[in-house]
């Protein structure tokens, strides 16, 4: 191993060994924010400055974050999802093959679902690429929270890059019969 690969490689042990909840993942994935945005950091490996790229190896760090051992059996938080969002906000250009894309789905549908009270499958399980979304998310307003769907949508409104797998879900999801009439165009307001 080379002496550049060898001192990358210690800050990003460094960032899954600090990984003992829900809240230190979360920073974690700030970090990996910090690095689409600005190019530099442990998670970056010598990407020009100000870039705003995500590529597959940010893509993979959120995954192995998402996926850390201390917390591979809990519910996705909400401020992980929140982080998720930001690094989603934060990538101007994208070459991860939309991996970034399934993984936010997939992490913010588990979030919903577990803040709902709905029995969600492991991270391990629910994040994986080789999982459909579809085998465990719910599909159906039934017992969904309609504050999480609300805070979902907030979220995507007016954002340039939409998430058609989420927007999907969620419309599944909320269906006719979850929020007043009223508040229907507020949660589907959202920008491609």
């Known amino acids: 191993m080379s002496a550049s690969v060898a001192k990358l490689v210690e800050p990003l042990a460094a960032i899954e060994t600090r990984i003992s909840c829900r809240d230190t993942a979360a920073e974690a994935l700030t970090m990996v924010r910090d690095g689409v945005i600005t190019g ?14 995500l590529d597959a190896a940010d ?47 997939k992490a913010v549908v588990h979030h919903a679902a577990s ?9 391990t399980v629910a994040l994986s690429p080789e999982t459909a979304i579809e085998s465990w998310a719910p599909t159906r307003a039934v017992g969904v929270d309609t504050e999480v769907l609300e805070w979902i949508a907030s979220q995507m409104r007016g954002k340039r890059r939409g998430n058609r797998t989420l927007m999907a879900l969620v419309a599944t999801i909320v269906g006719a019969a979850t929020l007043p009439l009223t508040q229907l165009p507020n949660v589907f307001d959202i920008g491609m």
Do not use: K, M, Y
């Open 59 to 105: 893509a993979a760090w959120c995954a192995r974050i998402l996926t850390a051992t201390a917390v591979a059996h809990q519910p996705v938080s909400r401020a992980e999802a929140e982080a998720l969002f930001e690094i989603n906000d934060a990538a101007a250009e994208r070459s991860d093959d939309g991996i970034f894309d399934d993984l936010l789905a």
């Open 115 to 123: 803040a709902s009270g709905l029995p969600v499958p492991p991270r």
């Open 40 to 53: 530099e950091g442990p998670t970056t490996r010598g990407r020009i400055h100000f870039s705003r790229v």
